[in-house]
């Protein structure tokens, strides 16, 4: 008798010690009663390419990619998605089974699924978003937001060239403030995000002035580490609906795991609780 396969799927990245996502696909892979395994690399730049294309032979079905990795894995990729061409990076691969490595960017998807869960009353169309950071994820953000049909994006960003890069990579509905008149943008928002590291453990605190914020306004931040950040516990204040971070990793992790196992996971409360322990 043969035995199936185990599949085995992971993260790669430099460092990748702090990663939560081996806490969140292990859950699911116990509570779906899954055998199989979600293993942390530690892939330096120089190895990325070699290692990618040994572990379909290691039994592997997929990996996600993180920090440093994201935009040079498009280039080791046979087949790039859309969304990900448009972000300039990728964040899942998925080994098929004619050898193709295919990579696609799940962190849009996450972010809106998160913004939905958390402000289920919030609309694309309730107005402009502000947008706080122009780096990775600042991008997969844009792209999700415009597709949703936000009508204009108000960016900033401290070095304000990055800022002018995503507006000719992205067009007209985006429009750019100076760092120092970020706090400007949030007189009209409908929502506010915070796509930098700002305001994270070991970090410094995110300076923009938030006299401006409105209680009709949605405010998100991607940090999740601390939970609340300080710009979250002033929008509670202001009485506006917050967003915590941690919803957008649990659910861009979700089409990853669908693809590589077969089996569409839930985020629910035991989720955030397996990424929290």
């Not at 490595?101 to 849009?108: K, L, P």
């Not at 844009?142 to 304000?160: C, F, H, K, Q, W």
């Not at 967003?243 to 985020?267: I, K």
């Amino acid at each position: 008798m043969t035995l199936p396969k185990i599949p085995l799927a992971g993260v790669i990245g430099s460092p990748i010690a702090h990663s939560k996502s081996p806490q969140i696909h292990g859950h699911w892979l116990q509570t779906q009663g899954i055998q199989g395994y979600y293993i942390p690399m530690d892939v330096s730049t120089q190895d990325l390419a070699d290692v990618v294309r040994t572990l379909p032979r290691m039994g592997f079905v997929g990996v996600n990619v993180t920090i440093p990795h994201k935009e040079a894995i498009l280039s080791i990729a046979d087949q790039v998605t859309d969304r990900a061409i448009l972000i300039g990076a990728a964040n899942t691969l998925i080994f098929r089974k004619d050898g193709k490595i295919h990579a696609d960017n799940t962190d849009g998807y996450g972010f809106i699924e998160n913004l939905k869960t958390g402000a289920p009353n919030w609309s694309p169309r309730s107005g402009p978003a502000a947008v706080l950071g122009a780096g990775g994820a600042a991008r997969a953000v844009i792209a999700s937001l415009l597709d949703a049909g936000v009508p204009e994006i108000m960016l900033s960003n401290r070095t304000r060239v990055r800022a002018e890069k995503l507006k000719s990579d992205f067009g007209s509905r985006l429009r750019i403030f100076d760092w120092v008149q970020a706090g400007n943008m949030l007189d009209n928002a409908a929502l506010v995000v915070n796509t930098t590291s700002l305001g994270m453990i070991g970090k410094s605190e995110l300076r923009v002035p938030l006299d401006g914020l409105r209680k009709e306004s949605v405010v998100t931040d991607l940090v999740y580490a601390p939970l609340k950040t300080r710009l979250l516990e002033t929008a509670e204040e202001v009485g506006c609906t917050t967003v915590d971070g941690l919803g957008m990793l649990l659910h861009q992790a979700v089409p990853a795991f669908e693809r590589w196992f077969g089996v569409r996971p839930e985020v629910d409360r035991a989720t955030r609780a397996a990424a929290l322990r």
